[in-house]
């Protein structure tokens, strides 16, 4: 809550476990994006500090952080008898479902296109899947946020392995992919993200079907 107040969010509201925040309204910040970007960031520093302390209590937090650029339908919504400034709208729902993909793909952070695009320099990110989420028809590319001018949130050794492997198995060359994520994971045993194209792959033959597009479609939230 801290992290997003300090940097300008509207905090819209608490939903169960998860903390709703908007960085466009009610007063318009030409930077939103950037200040979305560098709370995420600074949850994660937050989180590293309460974790020993939380260990020593015998208690393990975990948190994933999803965000998301775009146009919005923003005000106050509800009923004549009971109403709430909020926003609402399809970027609104892409990012509760990047939020949810953090524990598909066991990162901390997943970013939409449009704050990826939006991201000032010193950001760096790593580029997960093609995804159609529930709810639209068309594919986005979603990010993993890997770091902020002066916040490291995950890092990765031969890093450069990773793209090109992610373009072989867009390209539907699943020899050249194997290979790669292969290299990849040798290098970063723990990442589940490689974990999970090593069984996609497993059930892929050597040739691609015919329409075949690289894209993965979540039917849940």
């Not at 995950?154 to 292969?182: H, K, M, S, T």
Request: with cysteine; hydrophobic share 45%; aromatic share 8%.
């Amino acid at each position: 809550t801290e992290e997003v107040l300090v940097r300008g969010g509207y905090l819209d509201k608490y939903i169960g476990d998860a903390v709703m925040a908007v960085y466009g309204a009610p007063v318009p910040k030409p930077d939103h994006a950037a200040r979305a970007l560098a709370t995420a960031a600074a949850m994660r520093v937050a989180l590293t500090r309460l974790e020993p302390s939380l260990r020593a209590r015998g208690i393990t937090l975990k948190i994933g952080v999803g965000v998301n650029t775009g146009e919005m339908v923003v005000g106050n919504m509800g009923s004549r008898e009971r109403f709430d400034y909020t926003v609402v709208g399809d970027a609104v729902n892409l990012a509760s479902r990047l939020e949810g993909l953090t524990k598909v793909y066991g990162v901390f952070c997943v970013v939409g296109p449009q704050t990826r695009d939006a991201a000032p320099a010193g950001y760096r990110f790593r580029e997960l899947d093609l995804v159609r989420v529930k709810g639209k028809a068309h594919p986005v590319a979603i990010h993993e946020l890997l770091a902020g001018p002066d916040v490291v949130v995950a890092e990765y050794r031969e890093l450069g392995l990773w793209q090109p492997a992610l373009a072989a198995y867009r390209a539907g060359d699943f020899a050249a992919a194997r290979a790669g994520f292969a290299a990849f994971a040798a290098a970063n045993p723990s990442d589940l993200v490689v974990g999970l194209y090593g069984e996609r792959l497993a059930d892929l033959g050597d040739v691609a079907p015919p329409d075949w597009d690289g894209v993965i479609t979540y039917q849940r939230k």
